[in-house]
């Protein structure tokens, strides 16, 4: 049973399109919630938090946390090819005495010209 | 700072062979881990270690091994591998284990068992 949903799986947009990525969970001991980038590579960090209601932004991404309702969204505005990535999305939890991470699956953004 | 670093990067192994995937940081995090990557699966948590000499199984633990006698490296061994071990496995390192700190990647290490 996965514990943390990401939908949707792959999204294709055109540049200058704004998109919303979703990202559900149901963990216990929730610690926080981490957004990953993802280009052919090792996921880079983008955003991690940990108190509902409070939106980070980074240029032209921002993400805001639900606790309440147990979701998460990265919004992209103005996309760019180079946006063209998996987004991973992750949960801290509290478990076995420490802290642990469960992804979700991802979602494929792909950004035509 | 390297960062994380990991060795090999690409392997190609025959089903029964064993071999060890190096993982190193230079940043004195206490908290290291090892995930895998599968098309569709996202990453799945292997084996994580909170400090030097103590380590946990993660998710999917059978059939690797895991030790870390020092702050800086935590290798992962495929005791006898097997077709289902191919994968993309990542390394990574936290400044806490309890606290909440953000995770960085290695680059990688792409196994193919034939």
């Known amino acids: 049973e996965d514990k943390v949903v990401q939908s949707p799986l792959s999204l294709v947009v055109h540049e200058g399109d704004t998109v919303t990525l979703n990202c559900s969970y149901e963990v216990t001991n929730f610690r926080s919630l981490l957004w990953y980038k993802q280009e052919k590579k090792a996921p880079t960090f983008l955003f991690m938090l940990t108190s509902s209601g409070i939106e980070k932004k980074s240029g032209r991404l921002s993400s805001i946390l639900d606790k309440k309702e147990l979701f998460s969204i990265l919004n992209i505005t103005a996309t760019q090819t180079g946006d063209s990535a998996v987004y991973l999305c992750?949960?801290?939890?509290?478990?076995?005495?420490?802290?642990?991470?469960?992804f979700g699956k991802g979602t494929k953004l792909s950004v035509i010209p | 700072n390297a960062g994380v670093t990991q060795t090999p990067k690409f392997q190609v192994l025959k089903t029964g062979q064993s071999m060890t995937l190096q993982c190193a940081q230079d940043?004195?995090?206490?908290?290291m881990s090892w995930y895998r990557q599968d098309p569709g699966m996202g990453l799945r948590l292997i084996h994580y270690?909170?400090?030097?000499?103590?380590?946990d199984q993660g998710e999917v633990p059978n059939g690797y091994n895991v030790s870390r006698s020092t702050t800086e490296d935590f290798p992962l061994r495929l005791l006898s591998a097997a077709p289902s071990q191919t994968s993309v496995y990542f390394c990574?390192?936290?400044?806490?284990?309890?606290?909440?700190?953000?995770?960085?990647f290695g680059p990688g290490t792409r196994l193919t068992v034939t």
């Open positions: 940043m004195n995090h206490e908290y």
């Open positions: 270690s909170v400090g030097a000499g103590i380590t």
């Open positions: 992750a949960v801290g939890y509290s478990g076995a005495g420490s802290y642990q991470l469960t």
């Open positions: 990574a390192s936290s400044r806490g284990t309890y606290h909440i700190y953000e995770q960085y």
